[in-house]
């Protein structure tokens, strides 16, 4: 990869886990009650044939790592765990009482924050609470993240146990000066006793994420981290870019300067090199900033294209309808996204009225349509067409000459109806996505929304 291209592309841009983009959701047409009907409406279209996703947000986390963007609260009191147990099954009755039929729950995933804050006895809780009024799809799949320094045996056997087959664990980098940057000190036989714990008990997929780019962060430090990583055999990993975005995050990522994160010629060397171990090591590049051993789910997914993304990232199957338990977890009925309110005081307080916490959304209309299942399709497949008119709208020639010069750079494939990306376009491909997003190019920003794209 040249470095003029890298310096040409690299501009801010979505990650694109939805389309529209948060930042340009239409709140003032969006409607609590127009969340609800949408819901509905998808939910009687899809239940019974794919069932539905759940995303269950738990926020807490014992210290604060300064790499991270996701909502959470830093506390070490852990009589937390029980009031939002008991708040988040409520939310998901009041759910039930709306949808009225049983709900046939596909897939779900534990985010947070921390999953693993929670004892495995309120992790059963929760789950058994869940399934009280639900039941499993014939093929679910079940995933949840874990903080590798305060996992247990008896966290992954009781999960294993309720279903889950796949685990995620955040380990970014094993360097002492960088995990000593982003507050996150874990060392490499952490690591190592919760992954081969996982293969023990039988997790079928078990995850690494590693970032690149992070504060003090040199290319030897990569290598040894793929390496450690490669000892491991993970079934699947992410490798993507520290977003550096003080002016959104605050003083989370103040705990060192700007002069101390990678940029640039150093930032696409990390990059590249960690790419070319990878391959070399056997994982294959899928969709964005994803890489997979030919035997996992997600690979197999991306080869028969049944590849999917939402806001719970990729995955290897698609439903409808997702919803969005905790606080401020996002949903998604396919014509709409709905956001829940985002502290938990508040989130408490509104559940404490019997109303299901959203606060804010978007309700698609058939332009939104049509673009995202472009950029789905190219954030999954890596290629997209317009062959019918249902798949057309009146931009696509504007669409085309914008991407004229990624394909005279060699990027992609445009043809008649169609654009491909090419091998050398992976790492750009947030940037065709780009060229689809009308919302950003009718209205671009007046300050930087987003991370930069590589």
């Known amino acids: 990869m040249k470095n003029s291209l890298i310096q040409k592309y690299n501009v801010p841009g979505p990650r694109y886990t939805s389309y529209p983009t948060v930042p340009y959701w239409n709140e003032l047409d969006f409607s609590y009650d127009k969340w609800i009907e949408t819901l509905k409406k998808s939910f009687i279209e899809s239940n019974s044939k794919d069932g539905i996703s759940l995303y269950i947000h738990l926020p807490f986390c014992e210290s604060m790592c300064t790499f991270c963007g996701c909502n959470k609260r830093i506390t070490k009191n852990h009589e937390v765990e029980d009031p939002y147990i008991t708040a988040v099954l409520k939310e998901w009755d009041l759910y039930c009482a709306v949808l009225e039929e049983k709900p046939i729950i596909k897939e779900i995933h534990l985010g947070g924050g921390t999953p693993t804050f929670f004892s495995p006895t309120n992790l059963e809780n929760l789950l058994n609470g869940i399934f009280l009024k639900a039941e499993k799809a014939p093929n679910y799949e079940f995933s949840f993240e874990g903080h590798p320094n305060n996992t247990t045996y008896d966290h992954l056997k009781t999960l294993y146990d309720l279903g889950f087959r796949r685990v995620s664990f955040g380990v970014q980098d094993y360097s002492h000066k960088v995990q000593k940057a982003i ?8 690591v190592a006793k919760v992954t081969l714990w996982a293969k023990e008990i039988g997790y079928t997929s078990i995850s690494h994420d590693l970032i690149f780019g992070l504060p003090f962060q040199e290319l030897t430090d990569i290598i040894d981290t793929i390496e450690k990583t490669k000892s491991l055999q993970p079934d699947r990993l992410a490798f993507y870019s520290y977003a550096h975005v003080p002016w959104i ?13 990678p940029k640039d010629d150093e930032k696409r060397k990390l990059y590249e090199t ?16 994803h890489f997979a051993l030919a035997s996992d789910t997600l690979h197999q997914a991306a080869r028969n294209k049944e590849m999917h993304r939402n ?13 969005g338990l905790g606080v401020s977890s996002i949903s998604d009925s396919w014509y709409s996204f709905g956001q829940n309110v985002k502290t938990i005081d508040e989130y408490y307080k509104v559940l404490e009225s019997d109303s299901i916490p959203i606060i804010k959304g978007h ?4 332009e939104d349509l049509i673009i ?3 950029i789905l399709n190219l954030m999954c497949n890596l290629e997209t067409s317009w062959e019918g008119t249902a798949e057309k709208v009146t931009e696509i020639p504007e669409i085309i000459a914008q991407l004229k010069e990624m394909e005279a750079d060699g990027l992609i494939e445009i043809g008649t109806e169609s654009i491909v990306v090419k091998e050398a376009g992976k790492a750009f491909v947030r940037n065709v996505c780009m060229a689809f997003d009308l919302h950003l190019k009718r209205k671009m920003p007046d300050t930087q929304l987003f991370s930069m794209t590589i």
Do not use: C, W
């Open 372 to 374: 995202r299942k472009h």
């Open 183 to 190: 507050n996150r000190i874990q060392p490499f036989h952490n």
């Open 274 to 289: 960690g790419k070319e171990l990878l391959a070399d090591f056997g994982y294959d590049e899928i969709g964005m900033d």
């Open 311 to 323: 806001f719970m990232g990729y995955s290897s199957s698609k439903t409808q309808v997702m919803i």
């Open 363 to 366: 309700i698609l209309n058939e």
């Open 249 to 261: 995050k605050g003083n989370g990522q103040r705990g060192f300067s700007d002069e101390n994160v």
